[in-house]
């Protein structure tokens, strides 16, 4: 089961932290992402982490704003997000797959998502 928290409405410029807690799934899959469907568009690929080497990766748009990290202690990996934007607007999926892609169909699992809103 995979539960996503720190959803919210910021203003652009502001910051958010959303964690993902992977009750042992994580140790069974290889890597763990984070994902985000805008309103009316295609979910996109935003971050992965490699949990056994914690080699992370981004997409172009949060390069530089957005930090993926993970505990070991507590099977959570959180995405830091800083400097929003409007368009960072959507819902955020958490998801875990046991291989190093950025194709939201190759992942296994999915939480329920978490809305994040970027506006004044």
């Known amino acids: 089961q995979l539960v996503e928290t720190g959803g919210g409405l910021v203003q652009p410029g502001g910051s958010l932290r959303l964690c993902c807690a992977a009750s042992g799934l994580i140790r069974v899959f290889y890597t763990i992402a984070w994902f985000r469907q805008p309103p009316g568009k295609e979910r996109d690929f935003v971050a992965r982490?490699?949990?056994?080497?914690?080699?992370?990766d981004y997409g172009d748009s949060v390069k530089g704003r957005f930090t993926f990290s993970r505990d070991d202690a507590k099977d959570t990996a959180c995405l830091q997000m800083n400097n929003l934007k409007p368009e960072d607007t959507g819902v955020y999926y958490c998801?875990?797959?046991?291989?190093?892609?950025?194709?939201?169909?190759?992942?296994?699992?999915w939480g329920r998502g978490t809305q994040v809103t970027v506006s004044t």
């Open positions: 982490l490699g949990w056994t080497n914690g080699r992370t």
């Open positions: 998801a875990v797959g046991r291989t190093w892609t950025t194709s939201w169909y190759e992942y296994d699992f």
